[in-house]
C-alpha cells in the first residue's frame, strides 16, 4: 500500500518562529495531498488540498498567509507554520490525494507541534 | 452542517464481545466512498475499512465489517470478537467525487475495551 512519511515527528518552538512540516510520498506520485489538523480529543479538520505545480487550496476559515503550502514536487509537500503562537500547538497530518478510484486513503504518521 | 455523525462519543465493549459503532453521512453525490480508521494514542490514522456507494455488498476485513445501509445514510463499524489492542478512536469518514475527492472526517467514537 502506499507509504506516507511525516517530518519532523515532534517539534517545540519559541512563539514567533516558524515550522515547517515535510510530508513525503514514498512509493507513488502525488499530484494532491491533503492536510490535516486535530487538537486534542477533537477529530481531524481538513487545512487545505495542496496541488502539484500550483497554488493549495486552502478550506474555509483556514489563513493561507499563515499555513504556506509547497508541492514543489510530486513526492514532497510541504506545510509551514509562520510566525507560529500557543494556539497553533495541534497534531498535523497529512494524507495522499484523494482519488476516487482507489479504495484506500493513506495517512502520514503526524506532526506533533507544540509553541511555547 | 455537519456532514458525518458519530453518535457514540464514547463506547465500553467486554473482550471477546462484538461491537457496533455508529455513523451516518449527509451527501447528495451519487458517488461516494465511506471510511473507518481507527487511531490509536499514537496518533497514527489506521485504515480498517472502505465502503464504495455503489458496493452492492457490505465491505468486511478480517473482523472489521461495514453494516452499510444507503437509504438511511448509514455506514456502522462492526468489530467482531473485541481485543484489549482494539482500545482507541475511530474515526468515520467519507469522500465525495464532487468535492474534489476530499476527505472529511466525523467527530468520532473512544473505544475501551474491558478484560
Known amino acids: 500500500g502506499a507509504v506516507v512519511s511525516q517530518h519532523p515527528s515532534r517539534v517545540i518552538c519559541k512563539s514567533g518562529t516558524s515550522v515547517k512540516i515535510e510530508c513525503r510520498s514514498l512509493?507513488?506520485?502525488?499530484?494532491?495531498m491533503f492536510w490535516y489538523r486535530q487538537f486534542p480529543k477533537q477529530s481531524l479538520m481538513l487545512m487545505a488540498t495542496?496541488?502539484?505545480?500550483?497554488?493549495?487550496?486552502?478550506e474555509q476559515g483556514v489563513e493561507k498567509d499563515k499555513f504556506l503550502i509547497n508541492h514543489a514536487s510530486l513526492t514532497l509537500s510541504t506545510l509551514t507554520v509562520t510566525s507560529a503562537h500557543p494556539e497553533d500547538s495541534s497534531f498535523y497530518i497529512c494524507?495522499?490525494?484523494?482519488?476516487?478510484?482507489?479504495?484506500?486513503?493513506?495517512f502520514g504518521p503526524g506532526t506533533r507541534l507544540l509553541v511555547l | 452542517a455537519q456532514k458525518i455523525t458519530q453518535t457514540q462519543p464514547g463506547m465500553f465493549v467486554q473482550e471477546k464481545e462484538a461491537v457496533t459503532l455508529d455513523c451516518t453521512y449527509d451527501t447528495s453525490d451519487p458517488s461516494y466512498g465511506l471510511f473507518w480508521y481507527k487511531q490509536p494514542s499514537s496518533g497514527e490514522m489506521i485504515f480498517l475499512i472502505y465502503?464504495?456507494?455503489?458496493?452492492?455488498q457490505n465491505a468486511t476485513e478480517g473482523r472489521y465489517s461495514l453494516n452499510f445501509q444507503k437509504a438511511r445514510k448509514s455506514a456502522n463499524l462492526v468489530i467482531s470478537a473485541s481485543q484489549l489492542g482494539d482500545s482507541a478512536m475511530y474515526f468515520c469518514?467519507?469522500?465525495?467525487?464532487?468535492?474534489?475527492?476530499?476527505?472529511?472526517f466525523g467527530p468520532g467514537t473512544s473505544l475501551s475495551v474491558i478484560p
Open positions: 495542496s496541488n502539484e505545480g500550483s497554488k493549495a487550496t486552502y
Open positions: 469518514a467519507m469522500r465525495e467525487v464532487s468535492s474534489y475527492d476530499k476527505v472529511i
Open positions: 465502503q464504495g456507494s455503489y458496493d452492492q
Open positions: 494524507s495522499q490525494g484523494g482519488d476516487s478510484s482507489v479504495e484506500t486513503q493513506y
Open positions: 512509493d507513488f506520485q502525488a499530484t494532491t
